[in-house]
C-alpha cells in the first residue's frame, strides 16, 4: 500500500494521499501536543519522551541512533554525525548538546544507523542504500560489503522507490545486521562481513522473515504490511509500519509475537526506530519520524527488554587456538585465538578477554598477558622453556571458554654438560655416571653429538676415567674408578666448545681397612707418656671411616714401667692414645687388629733418655804412680739409660796429696759427648787413693773410685 510510505523527492508528494496523510499528521499532533509525552509510562506503546531535532530540508530524515549516553541521527544521505542529549521525560524538549562529526569514506553519504556496542561503532547503511558501512564515531566510514540485488535479495519484490525507508539493525546476540529495504514486506538477514566477492552473505538458517504473511502479516492493525524500521536487541525482533498506527513483535523466524499501539499515535511515517534499556524508568524504542523532525520514546512490552547496542553480547560457540607443531626452547612463537560461532565462523563480534596458561610452569616461561580479542581475533606471542609436549590454553572465564592445545618443545642447542651418579664411589672400584649435553633451561639436546673429555681431581696413582667419547643424542654412560677418599670431582668438556663443560661432585668412600696406620708427632722421653694415633687405613691409604675393630697393641720395649693403651675400639676408622716407654733408642708400638691379624701397623720411635739421675764413674782398679790412666764418666737416668741430653759441667777430684797429681779441669758435657766422656789422671801416692766426678752444681751426681797405686 503505497499511502503509507513517503517518496523521496518532495516533488512526488502531491497526490492527494499524501496530502490527506499530512493533514491527518497535523490535527493530531494539535490533540496532543498539549499533553506533552508521559513521565512515568504504564503500558507498551506509551510516549514516554519526545525530542525535536532539526529537520533535513527538503528530504526526510529517518534515523536514529543510541549508544547508552547519547542520541545520534544523520540526514538522509548525510555527511555529517549529529550527536545530541537525551532528554529528560516528557517533553517536547528541543535537542540540546549537539556536537556534528563530519563523515568521511562514504561517497553517497549515510541514510540511517544502527549501534553496535561492542565495536563501539555505527552500522549503516549509504545514501544509496546498496552499501553496508561501519561508521566509527570519529566520522570514518569502513565498507563492510556491498549489496548485489540480483543475488543478495532473493525474492524480493519493490514497494516503490522509498531509499528512505531503507533500514538496518545490529544484532548482537550473532553479530549480523536484519537489513529492511524501501518499505519490502521481507527483511533480510546478513552477516557482518562480506562473501568472497565482498557483497552481503545471507545467515544461511534464518535468511529472511516476511511480515505479509498471514496470520504473520500486519493487515489487521494496519491495512497492509510492510516494514519501515526494524531493531533489535534480545530474542525478538520490534517491526514499524509507516502510518500505522501499531508497532510489532516478530520472533527472528518469522513468528508473529504481539502488536502494540502507540499511546497517542501522532501519525508517524518513514520511522527508524533504535532500543533504550537505560535512558528511563522503563525500556523504551526511539521512533525518528522523517518528516517533522521528532524522535520519540515509547515504551517497550514488558518483559526481557530490548537492550541497546544490539543486545547483551553472546557467547562464541568456542575458540580456536593456532600455535606451530613444534617450538624451540626459549624461542618465543606466535599464538593465534579465534572466536567461532556455532557455525565455524568467526565471532567478529565478540571482543572479550581471554587469559592463557600453561603445562609449563619454568622459570623464564612467557605467556601473554591477559587480553581482548579485536573483531573475534587476536594474535600473542609466546615462549615455552620445558622441552617436550607441552600444552597452552587460552579461556575466557567470564564465558565459560576454553581450548587447549599442545605444543611440542625441542631444546636449544647444549650451552653445558650435567654429569650425574646415583653411586657412592668406593675407593679402587669402578661405578657408574651419566652425561647429558643440556640447554640452558635443563633440557637435554638430543641433537647434540660431540666429544667429551674427562679430566678429575684425584691424579693418585689407579684412578681410571673413560677415553674421550661420543654422546648419543645428548646422552652418555660411562664407568671410572677413584683412588684417594672424600671430596672428589669429574669434569667433562666438550672438545670442540670448551665453554660447554659440566662437573661431578663426588665423596670417595675408602675402600675396608687392611692396615693400621699409627703415627705420632712426639718424640718421646723415658718414663714420660706421649700421644700416638691409630688409623685404619685401605690399601690406597685412606682412612675407612667405618672400621669399628678392636685394637691389641704390644711394644719392643719390654721393660719394667712401660705403659701401652688397653685393647681398644676405634671410631670412624681413628683413636687417639698414649703410651709410656722406659728403654731410650729405637722402639715401635704395634697395633692388631684383635679379629683379623693382618690388619696391623707399627710405630717406630725414638726415645730419649730422661734427665741425668746419676754419674757413673769407670777408673781402672791400679796404676802406676806418675803414669796416665783413662777414667770415663757416663751420666744416666733413673732408668739406665745414658743421659744424652746433659749438659752438666763435671769437677774432678782426689785423695792424692801430692802436687805432681795431674786431675782433669772442670769439663762441661756438649752434644756430641752424647752423655759419656773420657779423661785421663795421673796419681802418685801409693798404696791406693780415690779419684771423684761431680757436677758442679748438682752435687748428688757423683762418684768415686779406688784406685791401688804401685811404685814406678
Known sequence: MTTSRMPHSPAKCLGLRIVAFLLLSALLTLATAWQGARSAAAAPGDLVADL???????????????????????????????????????????????????????????????????????????????????????????????????????????????????????????????????????????????DAQGTAALVAATPFIDVNVAPNDMVPECGYSQSSGVTVGGSHLFVTAAGCSHYFEYTKTGGKVASYAYNPYIGTSAQDLECDNLSYGVPVFWLRDGYDGHMRAYQQPAGAPCVYGGGAPPTPAGLDVSVPSAARAGDAFLVGVTAKNADGTTATWYTGTVHFTSTDTSSGVVLPPDAALTSGQGTFSATLVKAGAQTITAADRANALSTTVTVSVTAAPASRFVLASSATPVAGTSFSFTVTAQDQFGNTDLAFAGTAHFAGTDSSAGVVLPANSTLASGQGSFSATLIRAGPQTITATDTATATIIGTLGLTVRAAPASGLALASTATPTAGSSFSFTVSAQDQFGNTDTAYAGTVHFTSSDSSAGVVLPADSTLLNGQGAFSATLIRAGSQTITGTDKVTATITGTLGLTVRAANAASLVLDAPGGAKAGQAFNVTVTLKDQYGNVATGYRGTVHFATSDPLPTVALPADYTFTAADGGVRGFQVRLWTPPSQTVSATDTVNASLTQFKWVNIGLM
Request: no cysteine; glycine share 12%; hydrophobic share 35%.
Open 52 to 194: 525535536i531535532v532539526a529537520e533535513y530540508p527538503n528530504a526526510t530524515s529517518p534515523s536514529v541512533a543510541f549508544d547508552g549516553h547519547f542520541l545520534y541521527h544523520v540526514d538522509y544521505g548525510g555527511s555529517v554525525l549529529h550527536r545530541v542529549d537525551v532528554p529528560p521525560a516528557g517533553g517536547p524538549y528541543t535537542a540540546s548538546g549537539h556536537v556534528d562529526v563530519p563523515i568521511t569514506g562514504a561517497s553517497t553519504g549515510i541514510m540511517t544507523l544502527s549501534y553496535d556496542a561492542g565495536r563501539d561503532a555505527f552500522w549503516a547503511v549509504s545514501g544509496d542504500g546498496l552499501s553496508i558501512y561501519l561508521l566509527r564515531k570519529s566520522g570514518a566510514a569502513g565498507l563492510a560489503f556491498t549489496i548485489d540485488t540480483a543475488n543478495d535479495l532473493p525474492g524480493y519484490v519493490p514497494a516503490g522507490d522509498f531509499p528512505n525507508e531503507t533500514k538496518v539493525a545490529y544484532d548482537r546476540s550473532d553479530d549480523t545486521i536484519w537489513f529492511s529495504r524501501d518499505a519490502g514486506t521481507r527483511i533480510y538477514h546478513f552477516h557482518t562481513y562480506a
